[in-house]
């Protein structure tokens, strides 16, 4: 038996495997992505609405003061623009963390699992695939955007990827924790009358809070709890080149507790075993 | 494509003073859907380099164990151990030994042969030049090479199944779970796969456990065991399995030992 304990010692993965492995997951996902133009479409095809309808309308009603980070009256779309990246990022966290959880008995996600790198990083680089691919989105949404007059500063572009990544991850695991975690939101319907809509109008996306704040104070509070206006004001302030360290602060620390909780949640031998065999039999 | 010549060499040839340590050990394994108890003290073990067939109705409770072994499912109770790593404390070790072919398919449709296989291996860590040089040669291997770049949606379901063997062999596991992998395929396909998966065992010395609910798919010199309602109800060497149970054949085996009607085309 020494031969055996010797030739089976346990030789754990280097970093480059690691690595291998995660360029590997971004790369599938982002040439699924590419095969997938309807999926492209339809995601821009949503925050294009609100900006070229939505805004338009609610242009003459709702006036902006001078708030931070704009440095001159600015125009309505301009002030959801961020609010609608924000958007995409939602839609997708929640649709791909949809699918990670209730697909894990089908083909991708069983694929994914018998790799015998650690689980939580598995879970951990199919989020930031999700989140690439939201990537895609949002500067497709931000080059069209351009053509309707939403020019913020060029380095903006570049200054708001950290931004854009880090709410794409929390958006992810978030969707991945509350699909993992709460058993009747069992498909996409559910998850957006309890999840997308509630966050999202409840946000800074649409309206400043200063506005919300006159109308009703619980609704300011509630507003500013929810990591979603964060997520907004994080990637507003990125877009023009500056930081809002609170929202940096919560957006970050909402990443990490959203992660490490939906990786826990989704260990099969806790939440998840109870809702059934795998395949079609026993 | 006649018969497929199989695979590469399995990541270490096995030797003679393992053989005691089997590929997979099942001790005492039950699992339970809430009241509905799916596996009861399930025990059994597959050596390197043999066949163990898993005969078992629908329902069984075949892909529960599948699930377990695979760690999709945590381990309620008892122990899964692969060549003695165990699945549930150290299921890195164990997982880089195992080749797993899924009941479904579990292939990217729109995505290339070798575009399948590269993923596939990334998910191993084997880096890409290597990963590209593996997959030309098992894709010349299962006489796929010129559709290397094809879409898999546009192969036959025979094909389909070739190339999930092919991929579950990329990382050269010497163990290799088969969860009824002929399940829709027409008689040459079937034929092509078994041979296939046989030749693994024989030459290559990879352990191989191969669901089905098909006596035809199994030979006198396989490992057999029956798992019925949860419950292995018997196991051992097909012969010595249908002698006991005072039989001439599997299909006759089989049925004394559950209670089972028969059912045409010679599936349990």
Avoid at chain 2, 152 to 159: A, E, H, I, N
């Amino acid at each position: 038996m020494s031969s055996i304990t010797t030739r089976d010692t346990p030789r754990g993965f280097s970093f480059a495997e690691y690595m291998t492995c995660l360029t590997g997951i971004v790369w599938r996902e982002g040439l699924r992505f590419l095969h997938q133009r309807e999926r492209f479409v339809s995601a821009l095809v949503r925050p294009l609405v609100w900006l070229f309808i939505f805004a338009a309308g609610f242009r003459q009603v709702l006036g902006i003061s001078i708030i931070p980070p704009y440095e001159t009256y600015i125009l309505y779309e301009v002030y959801i623009a961020p609010g609608l990246m924000a958007m995409i990022q939602l839609f997708n966290g929640m649709q791909s963390s949809l699918s990670m959880v209730y697909d894990r008995e089908m083909g991708n996600m069983r694929t994914l699992l018998v790799s015998p790198l650690p689980r939580g990083f598995l879970l951990f680089c199919k989020l930031l695939a999700g989140t690439a691919v939201s990537l895609l989105q949002v500067y497709a949404f931000l080059l069209i955007a351009w053509f309707w007059d939403i020019t913020p500063p060029s380095q903006g572009y570049l200054t708001v990827l950290p931004a854009l990544i880090l709410s794409g991850l929390m958006l992810g695991s978030l969707g991945m924790l509350i699909s993992s975690g709460i058993k009747q939101l069992e498909n996409f319907a559910g998850v957006m009358n309890f999840v997308i809509f509630p966050m999202f109008f409840a946000s800074s996306a649409l309206y400043p809070l200063w506005r919300v704040q006159e109308g009703s104070p619980y609704l300011y509070y509630l507003c500013e709890a929810n990591p979603f206006t964060h997520a907004v004001e994080l990637i507003r302030f990125a877009l023009y080149g500056q930081i809002n360290w609170i929202s940096l602060a919560v957006v970050g620390a909402c990443t990490i507790v959203f992660m490490i909780g939906a990786i826990w949640a989704y260990d099969p031998s806790r939440g998840l075993a109870r809702r059934g065999p795998a395949g079609g039999e026993g | 494509m006649t018969n497929p010549a199989p695979i590469p060499e399995p990541q270490e040839a096995p030797k003679p003073d393992t053989a005691t340590v089997p590929a997979l050990s099942i001790d005492g394994v039950s699992h339970a859907y809430g009241p509905r108890r799916a596996l009861i003290d399930v025990s059994f073990n597959v050596q390197p380099a043999s066949f163990t067939a898993l005969l078992g109705l629908n329902g069984a409770g075949k892909s529960t164990l599948f699930s377990l072994i695979t760690r999709l499912f945590g381990i309620q109770s008892g122990r899964v151990g692969i060549f003695g790593h165990d699945i549930g404390k150290s299921p890195g070790e164990a997982l880089r030994l195992l080749g797993v072919v899924f009941q479904p398919r579990t292939l990217d449709l729109d995505l290339s042969l070798t575009q399948n296989l590269l993923y596939h291996a990334a998910l191993h860590g084997i880096s890409r030049s290597e990963a590209a040089t593996r997959s030309a040669e098992l894709l010349g291997r299962i006489g796929l090479a010129d559709r290397a770049g094809s879409k898999v949606r546009d192969l036959s379901g025979g094909q389909m199944r070739r190339l999930e063997i092919a991929r579950a062999l990329l990382h050269r596991p010497r163990l290799l779970l088969l969860d009824e992998p002929t399940v829709g395929l027409d008689v040459k396909a079937r034929a092509d796969i078994i041979s296939q998966v046989r030749q693994l065992v024989t030459e290559q010395g990879i352990g191989v456990l191969w669901a089905t609910h098909l006596f035809d798919e199994i030979m006198p010199s396989d490992d057999l065991v029956v798992l019925h309602q949860g419950k292995v109800l018997a196991k051992g060497p097909m012969s010595r399995v249908v002698t006991e149970a005072g039989a001439q054949d599997v299909n006759t085996a089989f049925m004394r030992l559950t209670g089972a009607q028969t059912m045409p085309g010679g599936g349990a």
